[in-house]
């Protein structure tokens, strides 16, 4: 059975970092992009970022600069790090997984374009 566990979310003060993490078990995270999408309380789902297998990254507008995904496949593991927190991210953050990154090819931003397997999320909260 496939699993995507995100850990890492808390509270934060604005200006201040997070890592968080999206372990895989049940498939061979090597031969899978990851994906991070976040929700804020009444918004739709947007996306932060993705990594490809090969390593290549995307990222939406607002994070480019402050935020930083990587993986590590020896440990089934992607981060993402998260620098220069702004109360407007506050949101639960996914990650999700698929054979390629989506990507709008206008923006360039991370999009769902049907993910395979989806983690249950974790909160992060930047607040004073």
């Known amino acids: 059975q496939v699993q995507l566990v995100e850990s890492g979310g808390g509270l934060v003060q604005p200006g201040g970092s997070l890592r968080l993490s999206c372990t895989g078990s049940?498939?061979?995270?090597?031969?899978?992009?990851v994906a991070w999408f976040r929700q804020a309380p009444g918004k739709e789902r947007s996306g932060v970022s993705c990594i490809n297998t090969d390593s290549t990254t995307f990222y939406s507008d607002s994070m480019k600069g402050r935020f930083t995904v990587s993986r590590d496949n020896a440990k089934n593991t992607v981060y993402l790090q998260m620098n220069a927190l702004k109360p407007e991210d506050t949101a639960v953050y996914y990650c999700?997984?698929?054979?390629?990154?989506?990507?709008?090819?206008?923006?360039?931003?991370?999009?769902?374009?049907?993910?395979?397997?989806w983690g249950k999320g974790a909160l992060v909260t930047v607040s004073a």
């Open positions: 999700a997984a698929d054979r390629f990154c989506g990507v709008d090819h206008v923006s360039g931003s991370p999009v769902d374009n049907g993910m395979d397997y």
């Open positions: 049940g498939l061979t995270f090597r031969y899978y992009a």
